[in-house]
C-alpha cells in the first residue's frame, strides 16, 4: 500500500512517501512559522524522488495534534484536500503516539511531550510492547511543575521524549528514575510505519472525519463583529 504522510503539528514539518512500511522518500524542516510555504513543494520532490504519480497514493495518513494550531491546520487541510480529490482513505494520527513509537527503549514507561507554548506541555504517557507502543493514561495540558509532580509520582523507570528542551531544567533535578531521550519531533517516516500498522484493520472514514486535535483554546479569538464592523 503507498502512502503519503504530513506532519506539521510541531516546529519540524515534514513529507514522506512510503509503501508497506517502507519509506521512499521524504522531506524535512525546521521551522516554528513555515509550515504552509513547505508543504507542496515537499510533496513535489517525494514524488518527483520517486517517481510516483499522485494517483499512485492508496491512503493519506497526517498528524492531527496536539501542536499549535497552525502547523495542525496546515497539514490538515492538505490531507484532507489530496484524499478527497484521490478519493482514498485519510487517517489522523497524534503527534505524541508518533514520538513514543520512535522513542528507543525497551522497558521504560515512555512519557511524549509536545510543546504547547505559552508554558504548557501536552504529555502522554505510553507503555513499550514489542514492534510498538500502546497508551497508558490520558493526553493533558499541563504546566513545567504539574509534570513534574507526575513524574515524581511514578514508581517506575520513564523515559521522557518529545519537545522536553522547552522546560525549564530544574524540574527534573531529583528525578532519578527518569531518562530524557530522542527523538525531539514526530516524523512523516514513522507515521508512514504507523500507517503500515492500521491499513490491515481496514477502519477508515471520510477525510472529513478526521478532526484535530487541539486540547487548548486558540491562542488569539477574533472578535467577529468588530471584525465585520471594520471590514465592511
Not at 147 to 162: I, K, Q, T, Y
Request: with cysteine.
Amino acid at each position: 500500500m503507498k502512502v503519503l504522510a504530513i506532519e506539521t503539528a510541531t516546529p519540524a514539518s515534514s513529507v514522506a512517501l512510503g509503501e508497506d512500511g517502507a519509506l521512499t522518500a521524504l522531506n524535512v524542516r525546521v521551522d516554528r512559522r513555515g509550515h504552509v510555504g513547505f508543504l507542496i513543494p515537499a510533496i513535489d520532490f517525494c514524488f518527483e524522488r520517486t517517481g510516483w504519480d499522485p494517483s499512485d497514493i492508496e491512503i493519506v495518513v497526517v498528524d492531527y495534534g496536539p501542536g499549535p494550531y497552525t502547523g495542525i491546520r496546515a497539514g490538515m487541510a492538505t490531507a484532507q484536500a489530496f484524499a478527497a480529490a484521490l478519493g482514498v482513505p485519510l487517517v489522523g494520527v497524534s503527534s505524541l503516539t508518533v514520538q513514543a513509537v520512535r522513542a528507543a527503549t525497551g522497558h521504560r514507561r515512555i512519557w511524549s511531550v509536545v510543546d504547547m507554548r505559552r508554558g504548557q506541555v501536552a504529555v502522554a504517557p505510553y507503555r513499550p510492547l514489542p514492534g510498538g507502543v500502546a497508551p497508558d493514561g490520558d493526553a493533558e495540558v499541563v504546566g513545567p511543575d504539574e509534570f513534574r509532580a507526575m513524574l515524581d509520582a511514578e514508581a517506575v523507570d520513564s523515559l521522557v521524549v518529545g519537545d522536553w528542551k522547552t522546560l525549564p531544567e530544574s524540574i527534573w533535578s531529583g528525578l532519578h528514575r527518569v531518562r530524557l531521550g530522542r527523538p525531539r519531533y514526530p516524523s512523516a517516516d514513522v507515521i508512514c510505519e504507523i500507517a503500515a500498522i492500521q491499513s490491515g484493520r481496514e477502519d477508515f472514514g471520510q477525510p472529513s472525519e478526521v478532526r484535530p486535535q487541539y486540547m487548548r483554546e486558540p491562542d488569539v479569538d477574533i472578535n467577529w463583529e468588530t471584525f465585520r464592523s471594520e471590514t465592511w
